[in-house]
Nanobody, 125 residues
Framework: QVQLVESGGGLVQTGGSLRLSCAASGRTFSSYAMGWFRQAPGKEREFVAHITWSGGTTHYGDSVKGRFTISRDNAKNTVYLQMNSLKPEDTAVYYC??????????????????WGQGTQVTVSS
């Protein structure tokens, strides 16, 4: 069982930056690939980023490539999402997710085993 707790959300102006953190419980954090998804009101959950258990490979959704960076610190059981050049369309609830070992379908939310409660990110224009 893995519990995920996100933090770092908030209100920021267009062009600003935020760093989200996701703290995971359990001693097997390094066995999990991690992801970030987001969901805006009235929209489907959208893939944002994914990182393998080792941190050696990352993937990003098209809308955030070049602006967001996912990273992890297995010693701290934490995954991060650095968000730069934020836009109003980035406004959403951001969710941290975990999947045991590996998934090739990293952009499919159904592939993930655990989810955090979400943290709100609001970008004002």
């Amino acid at each position: 069982q893995v519990q995920l707790v996100e933090s770092g959300g908030g209100l920021v102006q267009t062009g600003g930056s935020l760093r989200l953190s996701c703290a995971a419980s359990g001693r097997t954090f390094s066995s999990y690939a991690m992801g970030w998804f987001r969901q805006a009101p009235g929209k489907e959950r959208e893939f944002v980023a994914h990182i393998t258990w080792s941190g050696g490979t990352t993937h990003y959704g098209d809308s955030v490539k070049g602006r967001f960076t996912i990273s992890r610190d297995n010693a701290k059981n934490t995954v991060y999402l650095q968000m730069n050049s934020l836009k109003p369309e980035d406004t959403a609830v951001y969710y941290c997710t975990a999947v045991k070992y590996y998934t090739s379908s990293y952009s499919n939310p159904l592939q993930y085993d655990y989810w955090g409660q979400g943290t709100q990110v609001t970008v004002s224009s």
